[in-house]
């Protein structure tokens, strides 16, 4: 059973660099797209991007200039990091595979989220 | 951005009634829709896969359907594990957009 798991701080600062991990058990990290997802407290649910295993990437426009998102094969994981945070940007956060099916793709295994505030 | 519009956003029912929840596509995405499931403090937990396509392990009780811009996700008879909140996402383009969720609770 894949298992996905996200870790870093739950408190940044202002202007600071959000980083977030993103480690996958039970499954090989290989030939899927490895997304990320925010969800502001009692909000909807915001797409920030995704990497391939093989290191490419697509960034959601409205955060593209903020945004990078890194992966890791040798260790099953993947890696968010987003930079001149603001209050805006405090929310819970998940990480999320992507697979293929015959007419599109879902996300079909997700972490559990980590909530990230960013305040001084 | 294709944008995904909800409808009701909000929603009371009863344990053992039909129910329909509709989304809408700003453009056509073929059936490129998914639907989520997600419970207070969980992740979403995907349900219907290419507008119709029950996800493994997900009961029979809920159906998807449409193609192009609109369409629908039923539940056929609420059992009391479904008062949730339900998203629709278009998988057709990037970025990847969610509609803004549509809230079920008991009546």
């Known amino acids: 059973q894949v298992q996905l798991q996200e870790s870093g701080p739950g408190l940044v600062k202002p202007s600071e660099t959000l980083s977030l991990t993103c480690t996958v058990s039970g499954g090989s990290i290989s030939n899927y797209y490895w997304t990320w997802i925010r969800q502001p407290t009692g909000k909807g649910l915001e797409w920030i991007g995704y990497?391939?295993?093989?290191?490419?990437?697509n960034y959601n426009p409205s955060l593209k200039s903020r945004v990078t998102i890194s992966v890791d094969t040798s260790k099953n994981q993947f890696s968010l990091k987003l930079s001149s945070v603001t209050a805006a940007d405090t929310a819970v956060y998940y990480c999320?595979?992507?697979?293929?099916?015959?007419?599109?793709?879902?996300?079909?295994?997700w972490g559990q989220g980590t909530l990230v505030t960013v305040s001084s | 951005d294709i944008q995904m519009t909800q409808s009701p956003s909000s929603l009371s029912a009863s344990v053992g009634d039909r129910v329909t929840i509709t989304c809408r596509a700003s453009?056509?995405?073929?059936?490129?829709l998914n639907w989520y499931q997600q419970k207070p403090g969980k992740a979403p937990k995907v349900l219907i896969y290419a507008a119709s396509n029950l996800q493994s392990g997900v009961p029979s009780r809920f159906s998807g359907s449409g193609s192009g811009t609109d369409f629908t996700l039923t539940i056929s008879s609420l059992q009391p594990e479904d008062f949730a909140t339900y998203y629709c996402?278009?998988?057709?383009?990037?970025?990847?957009?969610f509609g803004q969720g549509t809230r079920l609770e008991i009546k």
């Open positions: 996402q278009q998988s057709y383009s990037t970025p990847r957009t």
């Open positions: 999320a595979r992507e697979s293929m099916h015959s007419s599109g793709y879902c996300f079909d295994y």
């Open positions: 990497i391939y295993y093989s290191g490419s990437t």
């Open positions: 453009q056509s995405i073929s059936s490129y």
